[in-house]
């Protein structure tokens, strides 16, 4: 029998100890973002079978890593996992040595697959591929990150992005088959293909975000 929920000491260590440190990362990265990965791991776990516990944790130190460099955010992010002793109190040196490469594996620029099933539940779930979402994020990520470019600079910075990782030709890959992502990914790659369109979303969030 698969359990519902995550230990509650476990549940109570993580959001009082590791979740809060989310607060200081830029708004694609925020608590908002681990959030939504922690809902959409858990979600996971009712089809997979995998072990409730590992997921959470998973998810939860999965973007850790942004507090350094973001290009190896997730190299940081398993080192930050495996060196917490507190771990230990729920897990095996095993355990834990499946958790850190979950989120090494996690990033949706690597070129394999992720070699376990807890790194293809949390390369999922931080797939977020909501249309509406993953515009928001890219045009949040831009304005964070690159405050010097102008309104014309952002959009071709978007364009870039969103043809790059997911188009058809993208980078990005869904790892476990008919996942809820697949049929949001159809979605988003007809949007990316009709220009006018996309450049209409991103005006209508770009506004949206440059005011708040």
């Given amino acids: 029998m698969i359990n519902n929920t995550p230990s509650l000491d476990l549940v109570e260590f993580i959001e009082t ?4 440190q989310y607060a200081a990362f830029d708004r694609a ?23 409730i516990n590992m997921v959470y944790t998973v998810a939860a130190y999965h973007d850790l890593g942004m507090s350094g460099p ?13 060196a917490d ?20 594996d996690h990033r949706a620029s690597a070129s394999r697959a ?33 405050p010097e470019l102008d309104k014309d600079g952002q959009w071709k910075r978007f364009k870039e992005h969103m043809d ?13 088959p008919k996942s809820p992502n ?14 006018v369109k996309l450049h209409e979303a991103f005006d209508r969030i770009f506004s949206e975000e440059s005011t708040t």
């Fill in 114 to 146: 992720p070699r376990s099933l807890y790194g293809k539940i949390i390369a999922e779930a931080d797939r977020d591929i909501d249309v509406e979402v993953v515009i928001r994020r890219t045009v949040q990520y831009g304005l964070s990150n690159y």
């Fill in 29 to 51: 990265h925020n608590l908002e973002h681990v959030t939504r990965v922690i809902r959409r791991s858990l979600d996971l776990v009712k089809t997979t079978g995998a072990d």
């Fill in 17 to 20: 100890k590791i979740l809060p």
């Fill in 164 to 176: 790059n990782k997911y188009s058809v030709n993208g980078y990005i890959k869904l790892w476990l």
């Fill in 182 to 195: 697949e049929k949001s990914l159809n979605e988003l790659r007809n949007l990316i293909a009709d220009k």
């Fill in 70 to 82: 973001r290009a190896i955010h997730h190299i940081t992010g398993g080192k930050i996992l495996a």
């Fill in 85 to 104: 002793a507190r771990l230990k109190k729920w897990f095996s040196p095993e355990q834990i040595k499946i958790m850190r490469e979950a989120v090494e």
